[in-house]
């Protein structure tokens, strides 16, 4: 591979004179400081446009863990806000109660949110559940990820709906995305695999957005540090505990020798989509019989989790 | 002249060149390297490069940057999540 080298031994970004600070493999050039923030903002805005994911006057509330995803999301979002008139956000961070962990990004939420002058709300599992994550996990360890995500997912849809949003923006990269994917595949589970929450379609729904979705996450670190926003922030204790961890490091050396898997495995998911589109394997919505929510069953997750929890 | 087996000053680059890399775990290795590139020594340290981001002397660099000498490499791990 060839490139133009800058005095210090590195090669110069693709755009200009500039020492490099990444390689984008699958577009094949080195970026520097200056245009991966200036890439990554218009593919970010590219994103949001051609899903129509953002209408003026629409309320965004972001997932706003403090970690690195939701740190980029809530930047590029409060620079690209201007675009629609109207249009606000608020930051909303969910506190699991994992010691260790938790309180270092929910610190780094608060300073970032007081930075960018956003209004920013904090829920805990205590006031959803009357129980931190530590406790409701004890002999339940290998199902952490399951029980998190299913009352991560109502606690912030819950403040979300009480702020007033129209819709909610996470930060998954493209990562996650391709993770998910895979993970669909191999648990077998077509329905979730298809599931496109980002429409809104049925009014139950309050519409989930993933502006991120198109960018490396290494491209997201990238943009942070070379702002001055990137932290060393610890790892979920319960990280090991997921499938997905072995997915990640699996996918991440496929990527790594054939750069794009990534992007066509979430592509194949698209098109897996548009066959499915209006078929029986897509189901049919209920409403939960003891809370109401909308769901796929008699139950939904929530209630069935308070039920196996004794809650 | 220097005596037969010593160095002078002036033979600096004959020496083999140590470079500090701090690890993601905080660890620090002194390592020989003759002149490589960031991407051959997370190949030798066996790390993904998708999985990190890495600065010599403070600044953010590819992995095809040449490495060597008297840098002081810092390999940053991207956590997951967030």
């Known amino acids: 591979m060839g490139f133009s080298a800058a005095p210090g031994g590195g090669p110069v970004c693709a755009c200009c004179a500039e020492p490099a600070v990444i390689y984008q493999p699958v577009q094949k050039r080195h970026l520097c400081g200056t245009h991966i923030v200036r890439d990554v903002e218009a593919r970010v805005a590219s994103t949001i446009r051609e899903a129509g994911q953002i209408h003026a006057g629409d309320r965004i509330a972001v997932g706003l863990s403090g970690g690195k995803d939701s740190t980029a999301l809530l930047v590029i979002l409060s620079r690209l806000l201007p675009s629609w008139p109207g249009a606000g956000l608020v930051a909303i961070t969910v506190d699991e109660g994992i010691a260790g962990y938790r309180a270092d990004t929910i610190r780094a939420a608060e300073t970032l949110t007081g930075r960018l002058g956003v209004e920013h709300r904090i829920v805990s599992f205590c006031d959803l559940i009357g129980d931190d994550l530590d406790t409701l996990l004890t002999g339940r360890e290998a199902q952490a990820c399951t029980i998190c995500g299913i009352l991560r997912k109502k606690a912030l849809t819950d403040a979300a709906r009480a702020a007033g949003a129209t819709a909610i923006a996470t930060g998954h990269n493209l990562d996650d995305e391709a993770q998910s994917v895979l993970m669909n595949v191999l648990r077998g589970d077509l329905p979730r695999l298809i599931r496109n929450t980002g429409t809104g379609q049925s009014a139950a729904f309050l519409p989930r957005i993933k502006p991120l979705a198109a960018i490396p996450e290494k491209e997201i670190a990238v943009y942070l540090f070379v702002q001055g926003l990137f932290s060393v922030l610890p790892e979920c204790p319960y990280t090991n505990y997921a499938l997905r961890a072995g997915v990640r490091t699996m996918l991440a050396g496929f990527e790594n020798l054939h750069p794009g898997t990534m992007q066509h495995l979430v592509e194949s998911k698209k098109i897996i989509e548009r066959y499915c589109a209006g078929t029986p394997v897509m189901g049919h919505l209920h409403r939960c019989r003891e809370c109401g929510d909308p769901c796929s069953g008699d139950l939904c997750q929530v209630c069935r989790l308070r039920h196996s929890l004794g809650k | ?82």
Do not use: F, W
């Open chain 2, 1 to 82: 002249m220097a005596a037969p087996g010593y160095l002078c000053a002036g033979d600096a680059n004959l020496l083999p060149a140590t470079m500090n890399v701090i690890l993601p775990d905080q660890g620090i290795r002194v390592m020989e390297h003759g002149p490589g590139t960031v991407g051959t020594l997370l190949q030798e340290l066996g790390i993904n490069p998708l999985e990190v981001i890495v600065s010599r002397n403070g600044k953010l660099v590819p992995e095809q940057t040449v490495i060597g000498g008297n840098d002081q490499i810092r390999i940053i791990r991207i956590a997951h999540g967030g």
